[in-house]
């Protein structure tokens, strides 16, 4: 017991030292310009950023306690809740940051106390950098990167998060005017139990699933039959057909999707003129609640079914020709064929693409926003319209109602939602089962 706690004893010190006063380790190995480095930028981070990090995270606790007044027409300043909120994320990275470092310091002193506890000389300060250099260089490529990544994604995430267990909307709870306030679970029992609320999500909700799911098949489907028209022996011209069924795909879509919607306008639109003049009567095509959700299904066509017809072709020209031959010689019809070669060997292929084909269908904004803009109205809904979906309520609470908490709960829900039937998905594929096996 003895002789393994005396080979224990250099680690444990070091790593006690190191955990007690950053850097004390490192000097206690005998690696005197690291210990002297770490203890030199410990002191400095401390005194230089503990008062900004306390005031942060008392700010992201309060969220201010002194809101802006009004006094003999002047405008004496108070606490922006939201900017408290955000300085105070900041600091708990940092926080987080400097834990970081100090769990690394005490892994690098136990490390260094186990090489003298085998006999091993500590290397000194140049050998330390010269080994990181070479060990550590790729790790210290990505830091940039991963500051980007946590400044430009992370913490806008956070905060989104965080703004759903506020109260922070009009027209009682927006800085800097008034304070900001926590609230817990206010916002999402709101949703659920408010009549008004829950008839609009939960009727945006099922339209959105709707259109994501009939937009999605719609699309497949049809690049599937336009891939196989394009690649049929009998076909002639076939880069002419290729070309002409991809250019709707080159045009950019805003542009298309405002040039439907004057062409299918109930009052001056062409198509409902050509219609008249035909003898028929005009068609309300974004005008009727159920007729403006067909519209924009049909219109989703002309958009995505260049992608996947193009997808779809590739596909099918890697499709084993052996089994068609083989098929054939036992009798198998053309329409045994495809349902029983094409389209499993085409799924299969393609199933991680209908997935993102999904979830990009259930966020698509700008087709609501640019072709309806949500219209026509509901009676029955709070800020939205009968077409709108999810994400383009989520625009309008945010940009021109200011229910930024509710907004903020709905992503949230959202969120959830997409990751669960990915990652359901995605898990359930037969190119990922094999994946794991191998």
């Known amino acids: 017991m003895m002789a393994t706690t005396d080979a224990r004893r250099h680690r444990t010190i070091a790593a006690i030292f190191s955990a007690v006063f950053i850097g004390l380790g490192q000097l206690y190995n005998r690696q005197y310009i690291k210990g002297l480095l770490f203890m030199t930028a410990t002191q400095l981070f401390f005194w230089n950023y503990y008062p900004i990090v306390y005031q942060g995270i008392k700010g992201l606790i309060t969220l201010g306690d002194v809101p802006s007044k009004i006094v003999a027409g002047n405008v004496i300043k108070g606490d922006h809740s939201i900017f408290m909120l955000i300085h105070g ?52 490529l990505l830091v940039p990167s991963l500051f980007f990544v946590l400044f430009v994604t992370v913490l806008p995430l956070v905060f989104n998060v965080l703004i759903a267990f506020t109260n922070y909307s009009a027209p009682h709870h927006i800085p800097d005017r008034n304070l900001v306030d926590w609230t817990g679970l206010r916002t999402f029992y709101d949703l659920f139990a408010q009549e008004s609320w829950r008839t609009t999500f939960f009727g945006i909700s099922v339209w959105n699933i709707i259109w994501a799911v009939a937009s999605t098949l719609s699309v497949f489907f049809s690049g599937l039959v336009l891939a196989l028209m394009v690649n049929h022996p009998r076909i002639m011209f076939k880069k002419f057909w290729r070309t002409i069924f991809i250019l ?21 639109g062409p198509v409902n003129d050509m219609l008249v003049k035909l003898g028929m009567s005009p068609v309300p095509w974004l005008s009727d609640p159920t007729m403006a959700k067909v519209t924009i299904i049909i219109v989703n066509l002309w958009f995505s079914t260049p992608f996947l017809m193009a997808l779809m072709s590739g596909v099918l020209t890697t499709l084993p020709r052996d089994l068609y031959e083989a098929a054939a010689v036992d009798g198998a019809t053309g329409t045994q064929r495809f349902t029983k070669l094409t389209l499993p060997l085409v799924l299969a292929a393609t199933a991680p693409i209908l997935i993102m084909q999904f979830a990009f269908n259930f966020n698509n904004f700008n087709l609501i926003y640019m072709l309806t803009d949500g219209s026509p109205n509901h009676p029955d809904y709070y800020y939205a319209g009968s077409t709108d979906i999810l994400i383009s309520w989520i625009f309008k609470m945010t940009l021109n109602q200011s ?30 089962r094999e994946e794991d096996r191998i």
């Open 248 to 268: 709707p795909w080159a045009v950019p879509q805003f542009i298309s999707i405002l040039v439907f919607r004057v062409l299918l306008n109930g009052s001056f």
């Open 403 to 432: 229910q930024f908490n509710m907004a903020s709960a709905v992503s949230i829900i959202m969120f959830v939602f997409i990751a669960v039937f990915s990652l359901w998905n995605y898990r359930r594929m037969k190119t990922t």
């Open 89 to 140: 994320i900041i600091m708990i990275v940092l926080v987080l940051l400097f834990a970081g470092f100090y769990a690394l310091n005490i892994y690098d002193a136990k490390k260094n106390g186990e090489l003298r506890d085998q006999g091993k000389a500590v290397p000194g300060f140049l050998v330390s950098v010269r080994q990181a250099k070479f060990r550590h260089f790729p790790y210290l």
